[in-house]
């Protein structure tokens, strides 16, 4: 019990450190001000359990901050550096980490040329810093906590390297070994391939984000990367060729380990492979004392050497899942799958048992991570890791005989295809909203106050009093739901969500998609984390790419149950296409008509055009775009999509006297009217634009007839807009 709270007070110290809840200098001040009064105060026999555990709160905040970067470089730079991790090739870039060996700081360089760089290269590197671009979007990845949580302190572009030197370091041959074993397995088909080095390697870059999208469905994206699993199949591997040559127990334990450890090692010490390899090492270490293996204890043990090391992976979704489902599958997994056996060959309740385990323990992060709720999970995993554990066997043979190798192809062909279809499965996904991360403690710290009185028996008037504590608490905690309007920034294009006070959706335009971009990513990532699985209504104002190009990526993922577009169709053949990939889906779409009202809860938006087909203007599609205004909840908005100066003087006589939210049309171009814009007044205009857009949107003519009016906001500087319509 006494380990478990020093453990829970130096997650705590990393947690206050990493949130900025108490300044440092104050934190330090606080926990030496913590152990005065402890000894001052407490009975002599808890005075040092008291320091104890003060001071493994003060470990962990000061652990974290000395691993961690404060602000990011930023200017031009020219210096020495050593590359501490490999390249990563992508769309013609390279990436990868270096350390200055002056100032000692660590920066991630990219750079156009796709040289090779492998740990140990001492390179001149000139070049810019550029600061990290901060989430635009509720919900999204947060890269530059993400960088500043890895000790990165800027993201360096090179505009010239040159190689000067070489340090030879334990990871530069393993680094040689990694690169020529994914030169072999790009002799199989580069599906299969990208498999092969996501199960042996860890290197999922050329998964398509199709096949992660699937896995993640069925709740098996897991076995994309390396994990404790596959250093299981290793650990498993090397033992029976060992027995094979007749090596001795210990001889066995300690080959085990070197080769786990190289492979820890050449996976890059992905959080899943250490945690599994110290297991392992405390497995082999209890044998070689004597002393018993406790599962649960030495779990909890490596996570805390784990954190000693990198306290910064406390907030890496691969190390909480890992630990999580391991003691999911070791307090919920191994008891269950005990009493299925009853009932069900032993294969099945093993498999159920872990999945079950694995998935309770880790459901809340996984919601909070990708709101989503893997419903055929078990299925999936009955069928899947088993193929893929096939795979991993022939994928070795298969690169020295023909014929494991064609199976191996075959293999991974049908573990997509099995995969993809169940994803298909109605329900096999469900949207659930992200929640709280207060709401997850809240049930991670039930679980363990249960764990305690259930299992444990131990102090069981306290466990009761703190299981009814955290049971009011969470329900002061949920949030209470009301409608909201949140306008996407979805780079140079438009997209709105309006969520009504009942939690039906309407989404109004998809923003753009092009080679390099799809706005309907962003738009669904967004529906996910808000636990959004249904559309009621999807607006698409006009037939242009900015306003359109997402729909079909969200519609794919989302089911849309009604389309509203304009009367115009305009030219566009990818519209044309869009509009049959709609009615395939058998999708009801409606025509706009200034005759209707928009009704949904309480949303009721007047559809004020396009009054009429317009023919012959600067832009025929823009100026034929749906215009809708009106109430959502207690707000006005205007959505004034990309309208011009003729639509707009047709509409100037139909303007409310102000509006608490107008879009203004058209990403704030110069093309509009003088009147119309004299006569719109609002609390809120949202411009709707791209960062550096070519078109230099907004239009300066534009801002200064808007300056005064309102405030106004840009999703290019500011990122997405939430209102709240209550």
């Known amino acids: 019990m006494e380990f478990y709270l020093a453990l829970i007070f130096y997650l705590l110290g990393i947690v206050l450190a990493d949130q900025g809840v108490i300044p440092f200098r104050l934190f330090l001040y606080l926990t030496v001000f913590l152990l005065f009064l402890g000894y001052i105060f407490l009975p002599r026999d808890r005075k040092s359990w008291a320091v104890l555990l003060v001071a493994f709160l003060l470990l962990g905040g000061i652990n974290l901050k000395f691993h961690v970067s404060s602000d990011f470089s930023q200017g031009e730079y020219q210096g020495l550096c050593q590359v501490v991790e490999g390249s990563t090739v992508k769309n013609e870039q390279n990436t990868f980490k270096v350390i200055d060996v002056k100032t000692k700081k660590t920066y991630l360089v990219r750079e156009k040329e796709t040289v090779l760089r492998l740990p140990g290269d001492i390179l001149k590197i000139s070049g810019t810093f550029k600061k990290p671009i901060p989430p635009q979007n509720p919900g999204e990845f947060n890269y530059p906590n993400y960088l500043k949580r890895q000790g990165i302190y800027g993201v360096l572009y090179a505009q010239k390297t040159e190689k000067v030197g070489v340090k030879i370091t334990f990871l530069r041959p393993l680094a040689a070994i990694k690169n020529y074993l994914k030169d072999k397995l790009n002799t199989y088909s580069p599906q299969t391939a990208a498999l092969l080095k996501g199960l042996y390697l860890g290197d999922d870059e050329e998964i398509s984000p199709e096949v992660y999208d699937s896995f993640a469905k069925t709740g098996v994206v897991h076995i994309l990367s390396v994990s404790g699993l596959h250093l299981g199949l290793v650990a498993g591997a090397v033992y029976f060729l060992g027995r094979q040559v007749k090596l001795s127990r210990r001889k066995q334990n300690f080959t085990t380990l070197i080769l786990c450890f190289l492979y820890t090692a050449l996976t890059g010490f992905n ?67 005990e009493k299925l056996k009853s009932y069900l060959p032993s294969f099945l309740s093993d498999t159920i048992g872990v999945t079950v385990g694995a998935q309770i323990l880790t459901e809340p992060l996984v919601y909070y991570n990708y709101s989503l709720f893997a419903s055929a999970s078990i299925l999936a995993n009955l069928i899947i890791v088993p193929l893929t554990s096939i795979i991993m066997a022939t994928g070795v043979l298969g690169l020295f005989l023909p014929l494991l190798k064609q199976i191996t192809e075959i293999l991974t062909a049908l573990t997509l295809k099995i995969n993809s279809q169940m994803a298909l499965i109605p329900g096999a996904a469900i949207a659930v909203k992200k929640p709280l991360i207060l709401v997850i403690f809240l049930f991670y710290g039930g679980l363990f106050l249960g764990y305690l009185l259930l299992v444990k028996k131990e102090r069981l008037d306290i466990v009761k009093y703190c299981l009814i504590a955290f049971l009011i608490l969470g329900l002061f905690l949920i949030p209470k739901e009301h409608g909201k309007t949140v306008f996407l920034a979805v780079g140079q294009g438009d997209a709105a969500v309006i969520h009504t006070w009942r939690g039906r959706t309407v989404v109004v335009d998809t923003g753009p998609k092009n080679e390099n971009y799809d706005a309907g990513k962003k738009i669904l990532a967004y529906l996910r984390q808000s636990g959004t699985g249904v559309i009621d209504l999807l607006v698409l104002t006009h037939p242009h790419n900015d306003h359109y190009g997402g729909a079909q990526t969200l519609i794919k993922s ?69 215009v809708l205004a009106g109430k959502i909840g207690r707000k006005t908005y205007f959505f004034g999509a990309d309208i011009e100066k003729e639509a707009e003087e047709d ?50 003519r534009l801002m200064a007839v808007l300056k005064g009016k309102g405030k106004l906001w840009r999703t290019d500087l500011e990122g997405a807009l939430v209102v709240e319509n209550y």
């Open 271 to 337: 959080p899943a492979t250490v945690r599994a390899f110290l297991m392992l090492l405390f497995l082999v270490g209890a044998f070689f004392l004597g002393r018993d293996y406790q599962p649960v204890y030495h779990l909890l043990l490596s996570a805390f050497f784990y954190l000693l090391l990198k306290p910064q992976d406390l907030f890496s979704t691969g190390f909480l899942l890992s630990y999580l489902a391991t003691l999911g599958i070791f307090l919920l997994g191994l008891p269950l799958a």
């Open 651 to 700: 509409l100037e006589s139909k303007l409310l006297a102000h509006y608490d939210v107008v879009k203004i049309p058209h990403h704030g171009s110069n093309f509009f009217s003088p009147g119309f814009m004299k006569k719109l007044k609002f609390n809120y205009g949202v411009i709707s634009v791209g960062r550096n857009n070519i078109y230099g949107f907004p239009g300066n």
């Open 558 to 626: 989302a089911r849309v149950k009604a389309l509203l577009i304009s009367p115009y169709l305009g030219e566009e053949p990818e519209y044309r296409e869009l509009l049959n990939f709609l009615q395939l889906r058998k999708i009801k779409i409606y025509y706009a008509k200034t005759t209707e009202i928009v009704k949904i809860d309480d949303v009721t938006l007047q559809i004020l055009g396009p009054e009429k087909i317009y023919s012959g203007t600067r832009s025929d599609p823009n100026n034929n775009s749906i």
